[in-house]
């Protein structure tokens, strides 16, 4: 019970901030949930081992996971619904089916496709336990998230912290929050910095909840983030602009930038990614062929693997029910096919970057729209990038889990089965805060501005119009070179690269607050292991009371006080 309740709580949470930030926040959570739950055992003076902090936390982490699948996905179709009269002022057109969003509230229209593709999502966390030897043991992947969280968890108990220092976070948290909510604070400094630079975006805001998590992010991959995004935004969208002669308007707001050059960032990342995809395939394909070989000769192993790759294969009986069938067999293999391969590669970012990369996913999307698909259901069904299925996100975040149980000495088939468990409690609860959340503030409010969404709300438009041209195209060649450089680098220094292309998909306002935190840490961190471990405990009290400030706006927003 402690953890469904910590993971409700939790779920609430990312189910806001993932609104707000347009990051996949529930990936971290692991961070936060076993202190929540060590907590909570405290307080109630509740007798605990491992394996019920295990137990408990996989638990959560399966109601949080689900908030990318659900509430996000639910926000942003709804999004893109509200937007699609101002899009037509820029040739495109998308109309979203009432079965994906009917803007009534409770909107049960849309419900089943949600949860069922949620579920289906599972698929990723059995491809992750079967590989989770390969990737600890043969790649010696550290995974992160799962390591840092393991580690405070266990030194817990030896950090001093009284009750006063925690009420002091939670009470901050809390007010900054609820200022931050009545008085948004941004300073846009688009119109000046793109009279200089055209083709360059860059604003400042401060949103104390996004200050939280960012806080929890281990440094070298908050480093390579705040990188990735601000580079970007102030490099090498201006480049393309410059060197592609892509007409952009003069002197635009933050909002209006994040619209224009949309198609253009998700072009570089395209780049990107190939070239890191085909070198790591590369690279690692006989390692993989070796562990694909050892992992049919375990019993185990091989029934996960099969029960993964046919419930990916439900993604077909869910098209049948919702769409064309007879086209949507066409997409469906090799869209299952490509499911599996980003699944994979998914695990090695996130063991490299303890977070995974949304970047990955837009191949799919391309596969989709080179082979004609136009249909908003289809890319719904199949697309991680556009769409409601993530098997990758929840695979990184299995993995990320099953290192965490591993060091604390517990079962991974446990961890696993209480994590699936959580996911189908979570589908059903994290649907209903993406329902509450847009009912109450809808889809223009300073509490909780969309503004994030606009680049992948652009990239869905021009994707179901037909509309991806050369301009759209060309800035793949720019991807294609910073992918190069980026590997060289790699090679030398052996940074986390991943986690420089996570940050390329975030825009720059939280790149800058990004790279703030990361000097701050590294501060910290100087001044000694305890200091730190500290800042991350008293980080979780402070996001827990900035989200009982997001309930309480939530709630007086509801009675229009």
């Known amino acids: 019970m402690v953890g469904l309740a910590v993971g409700l709580v939790v779920g609430f949470i990312d189910s806001y901030t993932y609104a707000l930030s347009g990051y996949t926040t529930a990936e971290v959570s692991l961070i936060v949930i076993p202190l929540l739950v060590l907590i909570v055992f405290r307080f109630f003076k509740v007798e605990y081992s491992d394996e019920d902090i295990v137990i408990a936390t996989a638990l959560a982490f399966g109601v949080t996971i689900t908030t990318t699948l659900t509430s996000g996905m639910y926000i942003t179709f709804g999004f893109l619904s509200y937007l699609s009269s101002r899009l037509r002022a820029y040739g495109l057109s998308a109309s979203v089916p009432l079965n994906l969003f009917s803007g009534i509230f409770p909107d049960y229209n849309a419900l089943p496709i949600y949860v069922s593709l949620a579920l289906i999502s599972f698929s990723g966390a059995l491809i992750a336990f079967v590989f989770r030897e390969h990737f600890i043991e043969r790649e010696r992947l550290r995974y992160p998230v799962g390591f840092a969280s393991a580690i405070l968890t266990k030194v817990f108990s030896k950090v001093v912290i009284g009750l006063k220092h925690y009420a002091i976070m939670f009470m901050l948290g809390f007010a900054l929050q609820m200022i931050a909510m009545r008085n948004p604070l941004q300073s846009d400094l688009t119109p000046l910095l793109s009279s200089f630079i055209p083709g360059a975006t860059l ?11 960012l806080f929890i992010l281990p440094l070298e991959p908050l480093k390579m983030m705040s990188s990735g995004s601000l580079i970007t935004y102030l490099v090498l969208v201006p480049l393309s602009v410059s060197l592609f002669k892509i007409k952009v308007p003069p002197a635009v707001n933050f909002e209006e930038a994040l619209i224009s050059y949309s198609t253009i960032i998700v072009g570089i990342l395209v780049g ?6 085909v070198v790591y395939l590369i690279v690692y394909v006989k390692v993989l062929t070796t562990s694909l070989s050892m992992i049919f000769k375990l019993k185990m192993e091989r029934n996960v693997l099969v029960l993964a790759v046919t419930l990916l294969l439900m993604l077909g009986y869910v098209g049948a029910t919702t769409s064309n069938y007879r086209s949507f067999l066409l997409y469906l293999f090799p869209a299952v096919f490509l499911h599996i391969l980003l699944i994979i590669v998914n695990l090695r970012t996130v063991g490299e970057a303890g977070i995974g990369s949304q970047a990955l996913l837009p191949l799919i999307t391309l596969y989709l729209y080179f082979s004609g698909a136009r249909d ?9 990038y556009t769409g409601i299925p993530m098997p990758q996100v929840v695979g990184g975040s299995a993995m990320n889990l099953l290192r965490f149980s591993r060091l604390l000495k517990c079962s991974s088939v446990k961890a696993l089965a209480y994590f699936g468990f959580g ?7 994290t649907f209903i805060y993406g329902n509450v959340l847009l009912h109450v503030y809808g889809f223009n409010s300073p509490q909780m501005p969309l503004t994030r969404w606009i680049p992948t709300i652009m990239w869905m438009s021009t994707i179901y119009s037909g509309k991806l041209g050369s301009a759209s195209l060309a800035p793949i060649s720019i991807g294609l070179f910073i992918g190069l450089i980026l590997i060289i680098i790699g090679l030398r220094k052996h940074l986390p690269l991943f986690s420089f292309v996570v940050g ?3 825009p720059p306002d939280i790149g800058i607050s990004a790279l703030a935190i990361c000097i701050i840490k590294r501060l910290l961190i100087e001044l000694g292991v305890e200091v730190h471990e500290k800042t991350i405990i008293y980080s979780t009290m402070f996001m827990v009371g900035c989200i009982l400030a997001v309930i309480c706006e939530t709630f007086l927003t509801a009675i229009g006080a």
């Open 203 to 213: 604003a400042l805001t401060f949103w104390p909840i996004i200050i939280g998590l």
């Open 272 to 277: 990107v990614v190939i070239l890191l995809l």
């Open 376 to 384: 908003v259901l289809t890319y719904a069904i199949l697309d991680p």
């Open 423 to 429: 996911m189908l409690v979570g589908s059903l609860a």
């Open 504 to 506: 390329m998909t975030l």
